[in-house]
């Protein structure tokens, strides 16, 4: 890792980069918010996210932590404030720490205003106190039941207990935590009112997420989506859904749930679109920039990363994606439509 600058070093040259153009894309949206798969490997294998016998990527196509430091630092001069680090799981990354501590010198330049992830919390035993350290004060951890028979049954590999040591070493470092659940029908479906209550009672925040169909999973997703605006219907039969302008810069719209005082997000792909005010752009490990979730278009900026020292190649290749910025996706998920939506996998795009 000796290539990586260190956190306490001079933050970028800003006379340089205060010079770079913002990134606006076709339709006037400021693009201010990166999400960066590092790996798309990971440690479960969530039966809606991924098949259960994944090929993973040769580590020869994956950008080094150096490279994705470069990258994630090219977004930042062009005014991205914003830096979500996913996967896969970002803390299977070996060495994940390292690239996080570079970052962070985005944080202490003012540069950047937050630096999180989302992970699915089997490693947050381990890294939470430095997460911390590194300036990171927010992160979002997925866990779609408290059934730990039924954990095991969505995640194939992954342990309930593991992952609530995890939250609450998280919570012990000071992280605030929000907790993302994807809505199932049959699996969680019932399982709403104790989520919300599991998680308001212990300070966090909860977000549904309505499936979306992106990538073969071998099973029929039909079987599994549930429309958000059913289920917030039912909740509204038992709790007070105050409806607040609260925005943490991502897709959730939220409510403040009179009875807890939590947050309840929800995030709906499907039943409500949230593109017409799209700030985000998302780049895989192999360094294929997506300019939308739900599009197959992409650019490459692997090649024009390598091809120089400088990054004014890598620049331009930024500028012409974005300027491809598509207005919006178009998922449907519905029993005439059997294909993935597009065919990359969560877990290579990032959640
Ligand atoms: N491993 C990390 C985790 O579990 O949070 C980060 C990557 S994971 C792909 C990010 C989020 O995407 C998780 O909350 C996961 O539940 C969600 N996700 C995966 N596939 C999805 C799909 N097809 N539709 C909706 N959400 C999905």
Redesign the pocket.
């Known amino acids: 890792m000796a290539n990586l600058p260190d956190r306490h070093e001079p933050a970028l040259p800003l006379g340089n980069s205060l010079l770079q153009a913002p990134l606006v894309d076709p339709f006037g949206r400021s693009i201010t918010y990166l999400r960066v798969s590092v790996t798309d490997r990971?440690d479960?294998r969530?039966f809606?996210?991924m098949a259960e016998d994944m090929t993973f990527l040769p580590k020869r196509d994956v950008l080094s932590l150096e490279e994705l430091d470069r990258l994630c630092s090219a977004f930042v001069e062009r005014g991205v404030r914003k830096l979500r680090l996913?996967?896969?799981?970002?803390l299977v990354r070996k060495n994940i720490m390292s690239l996080i501590a570079a970052l962070s010198r985005h944080l202490g330049s003012g540069a950047l205003d937050e630096l999180t992830l989302?992970?699915?919390g089997s490693q947050l035993s381990r890294y939470a106190p430095e997460l911390a350290s590194h300036g990171v004060r927010r992160i979002?951890?997925?866990v779609?039941t408290l059934d730990p028979v039924k954990f095991k049954a969505i995640t194939r590999w992954g342990e309930l207990d593991k992952v609530k040591d995890g939250i609450r070493a998280a919570q012990a470092a000071g992280l605030r935590i929000k907790i993302?659940a994807?809505a199932l029908k049959d699996l969680n479906e019932h399982e709403f009112d104790d989520l919300i209550r599991w998680t308001h009672g212990e300070g966090m925040d909860l977000t549904l997420?309505?499936?979306?169909?992106?990538g073969e999973i071998g099973s029929d997703r039909t079987d599994q989506y549930l429309p958000l605006s059913e289920v917030r219907a039912r909740l509204a039969e038992r709790w007070t859904l105050v409806d607040i302008p609260y925005k943490t810069g991502g897709p959730a719209r939220y409510v403040e749930i009179a009875e807890t005082g939590g947050r309840l997000g929800f995030i709906t792909p499907l039943t409500h679109n949230f593109c017409e005010g799209c700030n985000r752009v998302r780049v895989t490990c192999t360094g294929t920039l997506y300019m939308c979730l739900g599009q197959e278009d992409a650019a490459d900026l692997r090649a024009p990363l390598r091809a120089s020292e400088g990054d004014a190649l890598l620049q331009a290749a930024i500028d012409e994606a974005i300027a491809r910025k598509p207005k919006g996706h178009d998922f449907v998920i519905d029993r005439t439509h059997r294909k993935p939506a597009v065919s990359r996998?969560?877990?290579v795009t990032?959640?």
């Open positions: 990971c479960f969530c809606y996210c996913t996967g896969g799981e970002p989302t992970t699915n979002n951890v997925s779609d993302n994807v997420i309505e499936t979306m169909p992106l996998h969560m877990s990032g959640g």
